[in-house]
C-alpha cells in the first residue's frame, strides 16, 4: 500500500494512525466516534480521516479515507465515513490554513469540565498552559448543520485548544504530533480539575501575573510537539507497531 502514495502523505498517514493508536492507549478514545483529520498539503482541500466503525486500536496508515471539504470519499474504502463528525472538522480546515491537523475527544474528564460553569480553572501548571491559547464554543446539539460552522470558527478564532460546552476537547495544530501534545495538555489539566474538587477542600487558583508569563513564555518557546513525538511513536512500536502498515 505504501507505493501508491507520495513520501509526504505516507507519512502523514503513520503519523495520523499512531495518532489514534496513542488516543485510545490513553484512554481518550469513545468507541469509534470522535474523529481526528489531517490535511493533505495541496490546492486540493484534501482531508484523511477515519474509517467509520473501526475502534482506534485498528486503524492503520493504509486504512484512512481520503476526502474532500464536504467529506465525500476520494480513496476506495470498505468502509464508510461519518459527514456529521467531519461537520466541526472541515468548518475549521476552511479558516485556519495553519492547522495540519484537528483532534476531537469525548472524555469523561473533558465533558465534565466542559458542563463546568466557569470551564478551566487556574489550578495547574496545565492549565495555565492551557489557558494561553483555549477558546469556548457553546453547544448546539449534535454537529449536523452547516450553519454551526460559522459560529466555530468565530468561537475558535486564532486559538489552538477548545472546550465544546457539554460535548468535550478540541485541539488543533500544524502537525499531528502538535495537536496530540495540546490534546495531552488540555485532557491531564481537566483530569487534575477534577480530582481536586472530588477532594472537597478550597482550590488555590494560579494569579493572572503568573498566567500572562506564561503565555509569553509559549510565545518565545513553540510547541514541544515534534521533541516529544519520536519517543511517543517508539513507545507505540513496543505495544504494537500495525499502525505503519
Not at 518557546?221 to 513525538?229: E, L
Given at each position: 500500500?505504501?507505493?501508491q502514495f507520495s513520501p509526504e502523505e505516507w507519512q502523514l498517514r503513520v503519523d495520523?494512525?499512531?495518532?489514534?493508536?496513542?488516543?485510545?492507549?490513553y484512554g481518550w478514545s469513545d468507541l469509534v466516534f470522535t474523529h481526528i483529520s489531517v490535511r493533505i498539503p495541496g490546492p486540493e482541500h484534501h482531508f484523511l480521516i477515519n474509517p467509520y466503525g473501526l475502534m482506534f486500536d485498528e486503524i492503520t496508515a493504509s486504512s484512512l479515507i481520503r476526502v474532500d471539504q464536504e467529506c465525500n470519499k476520494l480513496s476506495d474504502s470498505p468502509h464508510p465515513v461519518n459527514p456529521a463528525g467531519f461537520v466541526i472538522h472541515s468548518a475549521i480546515h476552511a479558516v485556519r490554513e495553519d492547522v495540519g491537523c484537528v483532534l476531537h475527544t469525548h472524555t469523561r474528564a473533558g465533558v465534565a469540565v466542559s458542563a463546568q460553569k466557569?470551564?478551566?480553572l487556574p489550578i495547574s501548571q496545565q492549565s495555565t498552559i492551557v489557558l494561553a491559547s483555549l477558546a469556548y464554543h457553546d453547544y448546539e446539539g449534535i454537529a449536523v448543520r452547516e450553519d454551526?460552522?460559522?459560529?466555530?470558527?468565530?468561537?475558535?478564532?486564532r486559538k489552538s485548544l477548545m472546550v465544546l460546552r457539554n460535548h468535550g476537547l478540541l485541539t488543533v495544530g500544524a502537525s499531528v504530533a502538535d495537536a496530540?501534545?495540546?490534546?495531552?495538555?488540555?485532557?491531564?489539566?481537566?483530569?487534575?480539575?477534577?480530582?481536586?474538587?472530588?477532594?472537597?477542600?478550597?482550590?488555590?487558583?494560579?494569579?493572572?501575573?503568573?498566567i500572562d508569563g506564561v503565555r509569553q513564555a509559549l510565545k518565545v518557546?513553540?510547541?514541544?510537539?515534534?521533541?516529544?513525538?519520536p519517543a511517543l511513536l517508539r513507545k507505540l512500536d513496543r505495544v504494537d507497531p500495525g499502525y505503519r502498515e
Open positions: 500500500m505504501k507505493q495520523l494512525a499512531a495518532c489514534y493508536r496513542l488516543v485510545a492507549l466557569e470551564g478551566l454551526e460552522k460559522a459560529r466555530l470558527q468565530e468561537d475558535l478564532g496530540f501534545l495540546a490534546m495531552y495538555t488540555l485532557e491531564t489539566a481537566c483530569q487534575i480539575q477534577i480530582a481536586a474538587q472530588a477532594g472537597g477542600g478550597e482550590l488555590v487558583h494560579v494569579q493572572q501575573p503568573i518557546q513553540g510547541s514541544n510537539g515534534a521533541f516529544v513525538w
